[in-house]
């Protein structure tokens, strides 16, 4: 059973900066595509951010427009790992943030638990 492994979360002032990183925790385990969602209270998960690991479109992300030009995705495939670098950080990006991956072959979603991310004013 392949876990994500989070970390990097907390507390940051507005306009401070946090890093994210995932790992998966096989090294067998192949994806197609990392990223992140987050769930503010009493709100959906959304998209934050993901890149394709593999293929011809390997590299290739799709980054949600709340978070553009202040938070950047990026990628180690030998460690099976994904970032994310958060800048210039707001309130409103309060919320838990949640890894994901699709498995390369099974198209199976697996998700972490979680890590919170609070941006204080």
């Known amino acids: 059973q392949v876990q994500l492994v989070e970390s990097g979360g907390g507390l940051v002032q507005a306009g401070g900066s946090l890093r994210l990183s995932c790992a998966a925790s096989t090294s067998i385990f192949r994806a197609n595509v990392m990223g992140w969602y987050r769930q503010a209270p009493g709100k959906q998960r959304d998209l934050v951010a993901t890149?394709?690991?593999?293929?011809?479109?390997?590299?290739?992300?799709n980054v949600a427009d709340s978070v553009k030009g202040r938070f950047t995705i990026s990628r180690d495939n030998a460690k099976n790992t994904v970032y994310l670098e958060m800048n210039s950080l707001k309130p409103e990006d309060t919320a838990v943030y949640y890894c994901?991956?699709?498995?390369?072959?099974?198209?199976?979603?697996?998700w972490g638990k979680g890590t919170p991310v609070t941006v204080s004013s």
């Open positions: 890149i394709t690991m593999t293929g011809a479109r390997s590299g290739s992300t």
């Open positions: 994901y991956a699709q498995g390369q072959y099974s198209k199976i979603d697996y």
